[in-house]
């Protein structure tokens, strides 16, 4: 039943407003550095409610943000649900037609674009039937010439500074993502007020992400990956002061933003971490003020923890997906392992960690038998819980696939030891990830498969020291193949459909491509070829590596 007592996100901005009113929002804007309040916040998020009335959204309509981490961006994160709309939040680093897919799928009514990525939009909405109708709010001050859309400062100036948010119900839609599946269409997920509220509580606690008045808080993790982690919700409700590092940041802007802010708690992926480490080796950076670095996404190194470690911050390797509003599990030290050796104490760490309060798992092997924690037993891990999807959007054929009984099947492999620690051992899902994100190893070689030339295809990932994983591509070329020029041809061909971190850093020629017993492609003679070597060299073209995150 709707009432002002339901688990909504209101109260997280009622008590940063109310409580915390002087407490600052920093962030690194592509015109340069802005900073204000909580209350000035609140003020402009109020402008911004009235001004998305009087463009007319209404309850349950979506509004999607194709902007990096930036204050503008902040202040969506709460006008657009707390109005009772829907904020879906758009990956820019997808392939134009995903999307184009995804704008169409969601049904946007508006977009709020970051200037640095409006090309990219234009790029993908240009004559597409996805765009038509949808309307664009540039993030910034103006609009340059030859730009169809509003700047956002134009859109809430004359807007008055207070709004009556409405009760609204908690199982009203507030955000959805996209996550990019093996095969098929980008899936939807929606986060329900009730999802959000109980994942800020649960990452609130000591064995979550704790964040308080006294914390400065920088999410790394873009904001279109699953609301930066949640970080914007947890931060406004532990009241801890923001600092938003804006477009592509790189080492160097994160390192000065530490500093120069004082950041407390800060999260990303291994490559942000890898990079600022590399950083640091040439630089004198002073971390003092940093108490816990979050990594997920990916697995993080042991050595990472450690050289954190050495500089008296903490590491805390945390999992979670798209599909749990994202946090699963955090390797925290659980009191009984405090007098283990620190190297073991490093090895438990650097696990995927202990399920944060709230959630339940199951792991459940090949024979659908639920596995010992014994730590050497492996199978699939489900999980249920308060902040996890129950469905996919308008997707039953990936719901039936997904979802048993109630729990989602994460297709992750893992193994539980003793103190009930995770550890990812193989992923069920054929899906490559790269620097944070996922590439679909069967989407690319279809692409490549529709090469006259190419018999067959297969791709997998192979470990990469900066990007946890590159895809490789082995091909079977056709019988009139030419050989010489056939590699270059099919990068041309991918060019023209994929981003550039999308293509293969490598396309090998092999004779056959292994089949299991039911002639499906067998990647796992190829993987373990593969585990441990760095990438194969040969016909990697110059702009093939994703050196830039572009
Ligand atoms: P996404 O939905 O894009 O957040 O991706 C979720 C998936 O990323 C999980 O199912 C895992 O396969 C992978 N993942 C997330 N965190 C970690 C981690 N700490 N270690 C290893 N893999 C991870």
Redesign the pocket.
Known sequence: MPGGHDQTLRPFLWRAENLYADTEIVSRNHDGMQRYTYGEYADRAAKLANALDEHGIEQGDRVATFCWNTSRHFETYFAVPTIGAQLHTINPLLPDDHIRFIVDNADDELVFVDPSLAEKLAGAAADSEEFEGVDFVLMGEEVPEGIDAVAYEEFIADQPTDYDWPDIDEDQPAGMCY?SGTTGRPKGVEYTHQMLWSHTMATLTPQGIPMADDDVVMPVVPMFH?NAWGMPFTATAGGSKHVYPGPSPEPEDIASLIEEEGVTVTAGVPTVWLGLMDYCKENDVDLSTLDTVIV?????PESMIRWFDDRGVELL??????EMS?IGSVSHLKGNLEDEAYDTQVEKRAK?GIMVPGLEFKVIDEDGERIEWDGEEFGELYVRGPWVTKEYFQRPEANEEDFEDGWLK???VVTVDPDGYLK?VD?AKDVI?SGGE?ISSVELENAIMAHDDVAEATVIGVPHEKWQERPVAFVVPGEDADRDTLVDEVYDMLREDYPKWWLPDDIEFIEEVPKTATGKFSKKDLREEYADQSLVEGNVPEDAAPESDD
């Open positions: 996550t699953v997920g996404g990916s697995a993080a390797h945390a999992w979670g997906m798209t994202p995927q994460t297709g992750d990812i992923r990830k996922w």
